[in-house]
Nanobody, 123 residues
Framework: QVQLVESGGGLVQAGGSLKLSCAASGRTFSSYGMGWIRQAPGKEREFVAAISPIGSMTRYADSVKGRFTISRDNTKNTLYLQMNSLKPDDTAVYYC????????????????WGQGTQVTVSS
């Protein structure tokens, strides 16, 4: 059984930064692609970023490109999302997820999900 536990969310002013972490256990972390997906109130889940198993490839949603950076430390079984220049539109619950594929941008391509961490950006 895979367990994914996110942390690092919180309240930040527009223009600020946050770094999310996701601790993984239960499967060989380095064998799987990982990603971050977010869901704002009243909206559908939205792909944010993905990273390949050894971290050699990444993908980003256009809305976060240049502001967010996904990374992973396979020695610590941990996934990260560095978020800079945050905007009120980034307000959402952010989920860490393990992918069925080495790299995917589709929310249905992720089969294990964490419980989510709230990110709120005030204007």
């Amino acid at each position: 059984q895979v367990q994914l536990v996110e942390s690092g969310g919180g309240l930040v002013q527009a223009g600020g930064s946050l770094k999310l972490s996701c601790a993984a256990s239960g499967r060989t972390f380095s064998s799987y692609g990982m990603g971050w997906i977010r869901q704002a109130p009243g909206k559908e889940r939205e792909f944010v970023a993905a990273i390949s198993p050894i971290g050699s490839m990444t993908r980003y949603a256009d809305s976060v490109k240049g502001r967010f950076t996904i990374s992973r430390d396979n020695t610590k079984n941990t996934l990260y999302l560095q978020m800079n220049s945050l905007k009120p539109d980034d307000t959402a619950v952010y989920y860490c997820a393990q992918s069925l594929y080495p790299l995917t941008e589709k929310s249905d391509g992720f089969n294990y999900w964490g419980q989510g961490t709230q990110v709120t950006v005030s204007s």
